[in-house]
């Protein structure tokens, strides 16, 4: 057995997938104008000079102290109903093109992210992939974020979440292959004996030319069909501060209720974001 990590970001969808449903999140009272134009600002910034541990340490602050007083739910049930609209036509065919490669080699596939589990599991889904590694943010008895992570998938973490993966799957991650952008994701390339570097930032792309590792050009954003990748359910989310392998369904559930219990969260939200 073998396996095929994914970055999403940049990687897999040409867009960062929070910067994606911020319209999204602005229109169901989530977000103000100006957090979207700041996460904008912070995906330019990255975009052309690599972001580095303080900037991305700042941002994740950023992201908890918005997200602060949201209605967990209410999140799972947005990216449902709107998983179709707003994100699958930035899905790469390159990156559709090589998951399909590795599936049928039956090779295990994950997508790693540092996105939200909320966004990354329906996704993962959607693709069809054997798992996620995700953000796992902390949740109070009522179902609200309290802004404190369980669970950061970025940088040497992703990396151990990999590890945890293989030996879970009893598979040597020096077979391994993984994809990714960003240099922030230097430790999860790092891990595996096939580090792939696609559509890199400046730093990833020096890095990449000094230790002559392949590059890749993902340009091709299209719309996922119904059932094109699909041949196995994704076995689950990586969480390495609770120690276990879990999957989120209540996004499913969620997808049925969502327009009768949007207004309803929208207004029982504790902590809403003014301008």
């Known amino acids: 057995m073998n396996a095929a990590f994914f970055d999403l970001d940049k990687t897999v969808i040409a867009k960062a997938s929070m910067l994606a449903f ?21 995906q330019l910034v990255f975009k052309y000079t690599g972001a580095n541990e303080r900037q991305l340490n700042k941002l994740r602050e950023t992201v908890l102290s918005l997200t602060k007083g949201w209605e967990r739910s209410l999140v799972s049930a947005i990216v449902a109903e709107t998983m179709t609209e707003i994100v699958e036509p930035l899905i790469f065919k390159e990156a559709l093109d090589r998951i399909a490669e590795h599936k049928a080699k039956g090779d295990l596939v994950y997508i790693v992210s540092a996105s939200p589990e909320e966004i990354v599991a329906p996704l993962g889904e959607r693709l069809g992939v054997d798992g996620v590694i995700a953000t796992v943010s902390k949740v109070d008895a009522s179902g609200r974020y309290t802004g404190e992570m369980e669970f950061y998938a970025y940088g040497p973490y992703k990396a151990e979440a990999m590890a945890s993966v293989a030996e ?19 430790p999860m390339l790092e891990a ?20 002559n590792w392949p590059v890749e050009t993902f340009a091709n954003p299209v719309r996922v069909r119904e059932g094109e990748i699909r041949p196995s359910a994704p076995i689950g ?39």
């Open 22 to 42: 911020g319209r999204t999140f602005y229109k169901e009272g989530l977000l103000s104008k100006r957090s979207i134009l700041r996460s904008a600002y912070a």
């Open 168 to 186: 879970r799957y009893g598979f040597s991650l020096e077979d391994a292959f993984a994809y990714s952008d960003s240099f922030t994701d230097l």
């Open 192 to 211: 595996v004996g096939h580090p792939i570097v696609v559509n890199p930032d400046r730093v990833l792309a020096k890095i990449a030319k000094e230790r």
């Open 237 to 275: 989310l990586i969480a390495l501060s609770a120690g276990i392998v879990s999957i989120s369904a209540a996004s499913v559930y969620l997808l049925v209720r969502v327009r009768r219990l949007s207004e309803q969260l929208r207004a029982a939200l504790m902590l809403p974001i003014q301008d």
